[in-house]
């Protein structure tokens, strides 16, 4: 029997963090949309480096904030845009700019399951308030304008056609057709932008049409939910799960409620003992920046390194990707897809279904970290070698015979001290990270 959920804060927190979501370990993100023709910001700083004050908000190295950063009237967003499109060239004039010309939905998600991903999220409209969907509220979309097409919904059969769930991002309380006062810190962002009822209704009615239409497994909401509307979100949200009953939901509703909690590079905070996702671009932007060349972006390793410590931390990990505007993804960025795939068709046993286990990560004196996962009664230890090409250490309070999940990698193990010590001579196959498994939890 279907469970239904009253639209009450009581009823929706007896939702549970579905099964799929668990067990799916890694999504990619996808930030496309007219910022994708500039193309540009400046190569800052890591979201949490330094304090969202103005200093991060006239020079924000996302390049998806392209329109607040040219409208705040200095800086190196806005000098870039006067330089190549002129003083009076206004951003809605992207709109019939971006083409996409080249794009291969089915390309792309033949790519995401290569790459190993369970799920997908991509972005129905961003903080510039234009669509990817053919929405009833607003011509500003790409049905109408530009590309002329259902972005999200050819992505979306596209992504089933892969078997991978296909999760949907909304911008809640940032849309700058509503409200476009420059933002410069962070009162403007969650306090000031768009504060009508108006828009209000209108995230409201975009939200329900995004559920009936193409019944995401997953509604991301960014930044937060209009306060003038927080009233209609137990609706909203028991709608959604009686649409659809596996879904979830993230903690962008200013705090009300969630599935999962979220990080954004170093920002926000993680707590193993619940669901979390860890969320960031490759390089230091979500949507594409064509200054961010293949050595400016998260190292193959780094990348690794970061899907299993989020892992066995108890979170998934949606690595984001942002296209160029003509459909192509950046070669730099397929290989770093293609890679993390390759290491989960070899270490994916320890991480696909996997549970956190109850032993913490460990970090020696020489930044060599031992992280541990647990399923069907196997207890696995990662040992991410952090760039060394050979590693020995000795993990405390294990014993029991561990066999390496890559048939390449070299490695003895031997009882010492009380505890198991684990010597890898050639990583194989494993990248930076070398995956045994134990048939007994000790
Ligand atoms: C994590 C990701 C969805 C980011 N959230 C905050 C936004 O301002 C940023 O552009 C990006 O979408």
Redesign the pocket.
Known sequence: MKKRYASTWESLKEHQVPQWYEDGKFGI?I?WGLYSVPAFAPQTWELGEVPPDETWFSNNP?A??YYNSIHVGYGPSYDYHVKKYGKDFKYEQFADMWKAEKWNPAEWARLFKKAGAEYVVLTTK??DGFCLFPSKYTDYNASKRGPQRDIVGDLTDAVRGENLRMGL?YSGIVDWTFADDPILNNDDLFHTASPTFAYADYAYNQSMELIDRYAPSVFWN??GWPRQGEHNLPYLLSHYYNTVEDGVVNDRFNDLYYDFTTK?YQSGSANRREKWEM?RGMGLS?GYNAMESDDKIISIEDAISLLVSTVANNGNLLLNIGPRADGTIPEEQEKRLLAIGEWLGVNGEAIYGSRCSSRESIKYTDQIQVHFTERDGALYVLIDAKGKSQVSVTVPGLSGNAVPLDPKVEADTAKIDGGLRFTVKNFGDSQNVAVFRLNRIM
């Open positions: 993100f930030h996302y998806e904030w961003h903080h991002y960014d930044i954004e969320c979500f």
